[in-house]
């Protein structure tokens, strides 16, 4: 990925909360539309997988061992408030399913492409026995399942393994009734390797998670297995050993599921045993970070770039500000996170694993909390969204989850989700809504990142009586009022509006009582298009962007589409200004404005990003099918396929010539 212009990048994602940019503005364009509740299209409430083509694949670490963690609780998983930044939700249990819907829900949120789930192995080989060293036997991913499915998401959420190796010692000592107090896990022994490795952990673990949910390597029909470290402290006689662990771990995986899994291991398993290198089955290495040193590290690997990154971090039982006594890493109002996984950009990773998703205990974790180390309680999230989904096409805010709010009345009277005044309650089956609200009382999420657009916002919600109202706001603008249907939860538009690129602050605010709100869905509804030209070779933006522009393809495929933005709103017509935003959420630029190349490898959209469209031998509206051009920024150079196509294309004709010409396909 060639990087162009990285003050750019610095600017928004070095400088995330530091430097905030004060340009960020929105114009809104309130169109008019007729309400009908429950008549909304469902593409206007369905969420999409967010696109990890050419950008770096974003996976969490996530445990699910605290069954007894909640503030105040007891058992080995138990911590104390004032030691850790405490989640926003509650009870923080893994033994309720609604811990499980609330996980779904803030990775759906953040965006991010992989849940990495813990593997620690089960005691017994079969059966419904979930018990297990280190309290994390894959049998319960069944909740996980459970939870994606109750979420409508599992064609959006992908699972891959964390098998979390230091578990195998203790797994081991049981499987075998040693007393030995300086047990170490025989590497050399094969019956160990296939009861206690394969048997009760990997093989589970793929039991329970059905093969539709798993990860695959992009490009490829093969799951990743993430494994962590096989050091001296745990395993014994790793040399040769270990090479012969994945020989057998692939051949047993493709007997049983009909594919051979990739594997991506801890910097020490070449350390270890450097034979496991020439394995086709390895297919990265990670060198994992370092506290207080590092909060995150990338390393090549096979022509590729893995990294791991974590938000902050210190060892348990301290409290913050104990510095490098406890390795700690601050989180700096989330600069430690944006650095790091601007790195991931910058190096063009592949995939960037994030430590941890729950990981409450070692403050390393990825969830809301409204302690004070958080600019706001879903920073973490927002800060993950704004790299994995550069689209920013469709997103789901879940009102109980409010940032921010304004309660007229003490305490949660629904006595669920959260602490605090906001009033919330369970729905049945799974899921939250906010209840008893009064006249004037409002909610509000903080920094949605929106790349530039028109956007539509609905909400689902219901209103006690006739004559209830709302209304949302972005950036203090509001959309207009909207009534409320009556009686039974129902889908309604909010408004429409065009949004600059940046941070937006969106707040739904309840103008009389009696309305319960559940969720507030905003969706991009900028056309998708793709260009052709004359001599019928389609425009592509390598690697569905990050790269050059080129006119080359004989047929279309995701690289070769692009979001239309038309900045004027309205119909598209000649002479409009627009943007052309690539398939994995980059814009398309002139460099200098006009008279050089055009490249599809900006993450922050500025004057050079856009274009006027012109409707070639006509004027007015401009339909699918039309042939049009497009004009640089500075008003004088024009869009060239070189030699009518089959090359570049660049922005360096000051007349419309056949090369200029460009075939407009709206989808």
Partial sequence: MKMKN????????????VNRLSTLLIFLVILSYKDAWGSIPASDITLDRPVNVGIPTLGYITGYEMSSGNPGGTGQNAWNPAEFENPLYYPYDRNESRWWDNLVEEVLFSRAHVIFAHGRGCYSVSGPDTSGNGNMCPRLLSELVGAIQRAGASGIIKVGMWDDTAAYQLAAKTYEGSSDPNYKF??????????????????????????????????????IIAMWSIGDAFFKNQANHARILLIELSGKFYARYGVKPYFLLDQNWLSEDPTVSSLEEVIGVNNWFTPPVSSYTYRS??????????PS????????????????????????????????????????LLEGATNVIETAGFY??????????????????????????????QAEACDTYSDSTSGNSGSSYRNGDLDVSTLPGSGWIVTNTAGNEWLKFQDIKLSEGNYRFSARAKASASGKSMRLELNGIS????????????????????????????EAIFETDGIELDWIFVKKIDPTVSLKTLSNYYVSAEAGGGDVLTADRISKGIWETFVLIDKNGGHLQSGDVIRLQTYNGHFVVTEGGGGGAVNADRLIPNVWEEFTIIKVGGSGVIASGDTIAL???????HFVAELGGGGTVNADRTSIGPWEKFILTIE
């Fill in 313 to 352: 971090f210190r060892d348990v039982r301290n409290t913050p500000g104990c510095g490098v006594t406890c390795r700690e890493i601050p989180r700096n109002n989330g600069y430690t996170l944006s650095s790091a996984l601007n790195q991931g950009y910058t190096q063009n990773a592949s995939l960037v």
């Fill in 631 to 637: 004009r640089a920024n500075n008003n004088v150079h």
């Fill in 479 to 506: 959309l207009g009022s909207k009534s409320i249907p009556v009686g039974s939860f129902d889908n309604f538009h909010l408004g429409e509006a065009f949004v600059q690129h940046g941070d937006v602050d969106i």
């Fill in 368 to 397: 809301r909390s409204d302690d004070i180390s958080y600019d706001y309680p879903s920073q973490p999230l927002q800060i993950v969204r704004n790299f994995a989904d550069l689209r920013t096409s469709t997103l789901r805010l």
């Fill in 186 to 223: 025989d590497m050399s022994n094969s019956v160990l390797r296939d009861e206690v490795i394969w048997k009760r952990n990997i093989r589970i673990w793929h039991d329970t998670v059905p093969q539709s949910l798993w990860f695959n390597l992009p490009g490829t029909n093969r799951p």
């Fill in 6 to 17: 990285l003050s750019l990048y610095k600017a928004l994602w070095y400088d995330y909360k």
């Fill in 301 to 310: 690997f096979k022509n590729r770039t893995w990294g791991v990154a974590v």
